[in-house]
């Protein structure tokens, strides 16, 4: 716990969603005034309803596209829809999202004086020719693509905070976050894992986009909650951005296997074509959050899984008729 003078006001946007939820209970355990806002877009309210008791925990349905006036000394700014299927969904409110998000928070940074943290992402390394990923590699995107709303939106996002700080001196936090999972990820959210665990549970095919080859680098989400708030408590020259995710690399056949293996039925695997611009591979260099932060993951792909699979076997078992 922090002592009542250590304790800050701390302003989570996206605080009903995945990563949002659990950095509130991080935040709250720790003793600060934590205020989630949320237009619930993604989000649901049963992922904090077990906050919403606690006195240093407040919830307010906002949008950051549009100004907000409040007192804070840090943010975390995580509103924005993260998986394919969603932030295609509206991608002209994707970009707003993202751009005016950022202008809003970074505004209300400017004023209050607050450290700001930018959830960005690989996804702005595009479809990469290096590999892996180091931050000093400027990316491979398609600026007019299905996937660019996102991709350029949070692009345009770290050059709004890069600019905030050299203009106006705001203390920032830029954190390309790498492919992450974990209980309360929406089991209608289309990201792989929670697809694959969701369809394994329910006796459906496994949908395999493409062959199956493209790889990605699966992060437990306790420790990217870790990573994140290391960077956050990091002194103010680090700005970054720097790769927080896991560099264990797995194609999405192997996942799905090893999810069938793990789920313990005969889920078979069923091919779809791959959807446009998918990256074909993906993997973090994160030598810098091991030097600078001092951060590595420690939770292996099986172990999170375990996990994970049990918080959707318990989903699926309170929808089964009695
Ligand atoms: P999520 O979809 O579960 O959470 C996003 C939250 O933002 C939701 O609660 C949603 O309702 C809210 N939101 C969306 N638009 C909003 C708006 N205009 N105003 C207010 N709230 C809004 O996704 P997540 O996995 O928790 O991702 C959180 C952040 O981390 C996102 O910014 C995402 O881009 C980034 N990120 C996540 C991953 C990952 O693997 N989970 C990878 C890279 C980056
Ligand atoms: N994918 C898949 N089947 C699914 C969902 C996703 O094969 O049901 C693939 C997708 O094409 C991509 C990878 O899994 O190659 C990761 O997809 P996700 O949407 O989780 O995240 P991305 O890294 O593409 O943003």
């Known amino acids: 716990m922090t002592s009542r003078y250590d304790s800050k006001r701390i302003l989570v946007t996206g605080a009903a969603g995945f990563l949002g939820s659990h950095l509130c209970e991080r935040l709250v355990a720790q003793g600060h005034d934590v205020l989630g806002i949320d237009n619930y877009f993604t989000g649901r309210r049963s992922n904090v309803a077990h906050l919403l008791g606690q006195t240093n925990f407040e919830m307010m349905r906002h949008d950051v596209t549009f100004p907000?006036?409040?007192?804070?000394?840090?943010?975390?700014?995580l509103a924005c829809p993260a998986s394919p299927v969603h932030y295609q969904y509206d991608p002209v409110q994707t970009t707003k999202t993202s751009v005016h998000g950022a202008i809003n928070m970074l505004g209300l940074a400017k004023r209050t004086g607050a450290k700001i943290l930018q959830a960005s992402t690989?996804?702005?390394?595009?479809?990469?020719?290096?590999?892996?990923?180091?931050?000093e590699y400027w990316g491979n995107v398609n600026p007019i693509g299905p996937r660019s709303c996102y991709d350029e939106g949070k692009r345009c996002a770290e050059t709004l905070f890069f600019d905030y700080h050299r203009q106006n001196n705001v203390r920032i936090k830029v954190m390309r976050i790498f492919n992450t999972y974990g209980p309360r990820m929406h089991p209608e959210d289309g990201r792989v894992v929670s697809n694959f665990i969701m369809q394994a549970l329910t006796g459906q095919p496994i949908t395999i986009y493409g062959d199956g080859n493209q790889t990605r680098s699966f992060c437990y989400v306790d420790d990217l909650i870790d990573g994140m708030m290391k960077l956050m408590q990091s002194p103010d020259e680090i700005t970054g951005p720097i790769n927080i995710g896991n560099p264990g690399?797995?194609?999405i056949r192997q996942l799905a296997e090893k999810i069938v293996e793990m789920v313990g039925n005969e889920a078979k695997l069923v091919f779809r074509d791959l959807p446009v611009n998918d990256p074909m591979q993906r993997r973090p260099d994160i030598g810098k959050a091991r030097s600078i932060l001092g951060w590595q993951p420690t939770v292996e792909l099986e172990q999170g899984l375990v996990k994970t699979i049990r918080y959707f076997r318990t989903l699926v078992r309170e929808k089964e008729p009695a």
Request: net charge negative; glycine share 4%; hydrophobic share 25%.
């Open 122 to 135: 690989s996804e702005i390394y595009g479809d990469p020719d290096q590999h892996p990923q180091t931050e």
């Open 68 to 77: 907000l006036f409040v007192e804070v000394d840090e943010i975390y700014n």
């Open 249 to 251: 690399e797995f194609t």
